[in-house]
């Protein structure tokens, strides 16, 4: 198989697009494509300062290295969650990048220890406050991203959700009609109230076999092996589902993820009622630590009380 824009051999086939690259030109491609999702999604400018949040993993690690090199200033952010093993091994992947390749760009690494900060890594936690694992992860990991990028003033909070993660979502979404998630499950979304970070996705309209091959070629040296808790089940059967689609039908996880903010967006052009109004009237500071939401106590500061005192 030849490179489609060069006589190069090509290093990946992409069906969706009829079209395959070498190394270089995927390169290419892929940084296009990332600026692309970051103009037509208004997601940032390039005197703003990022945040990326960093689990060691291709995407996040791709993202990281992308946004440096198309010149941005991008920080991150690591949450060490103390899971024996995969946390260790996780976070030697991300401080070797920030070694390797962050530093010489002048971006810096932040790292929020959960068992210094709650006492106990997520897996006693969840036992604790008798919760699954991966939930409890989430409400830790959403809080304090927005927490370091609020309190260090970043403009802007990245994390590295790709297509396959955003198609699987929707269907997720849709196949429950959760209509308040489809609202809310856009690439950008914006910093509606104090306390609040804007957050985007510059990478939903990359597969993850795309950032695998990216990452490969440009040797990021990520970690391959998956979170050992019970991740979200769920979502990889959406993601299996999708995957077979796609095989019969190359272009059905870009069809229906754009196809649906395409419509997102002319219902929101057409309709009064628009997100960041929404929150506005729902959000509030919490009346432990100050993060706006939509309960008198955030379920950060809740899931933490019931940590300290379980028989509550
Ligand atoms: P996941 O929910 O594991 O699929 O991760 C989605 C995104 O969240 C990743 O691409 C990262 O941007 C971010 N992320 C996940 N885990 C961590 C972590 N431990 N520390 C910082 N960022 C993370
Ligand atoms: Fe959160 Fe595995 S990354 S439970
Ligand atoms: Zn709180």
Redesign the pocket.
Known sequence: MRCRKCPKRAVLGMPRHNTAFCGPCLTEFVRTQVQRAIKSQAMFAPEDQIL??????K??LT?WEILLKLGYRADA?????GISGY?ER?REKVERFTRDVAESCGAKLTIHTVKEDAGAGIKELANLVKRPTCSTC?TI?RYQ?NRVAWENKYDVM????NLD?EAARLLGNVLQWQEEYLQKQSPTLPASVAGFSKKVKP?YRMTEREIAAYAIVNRIDYLVEE?PMA?GAKMLVYKDALNRLEAESPGTKQRFYWGFLEKQKKAAASSSIAMAHLDQTTLQPCDTCSQPTTAGTCSFCRMMARAKNPTR
């Open positions: 990326v949040a960093v689990s060691g993993g995407d996040s993202l952010l690591y949450v060490d969650l946390s996780s989430g990991k991203f990245a994390t590295g959700h993660d990478l979170c991740k």
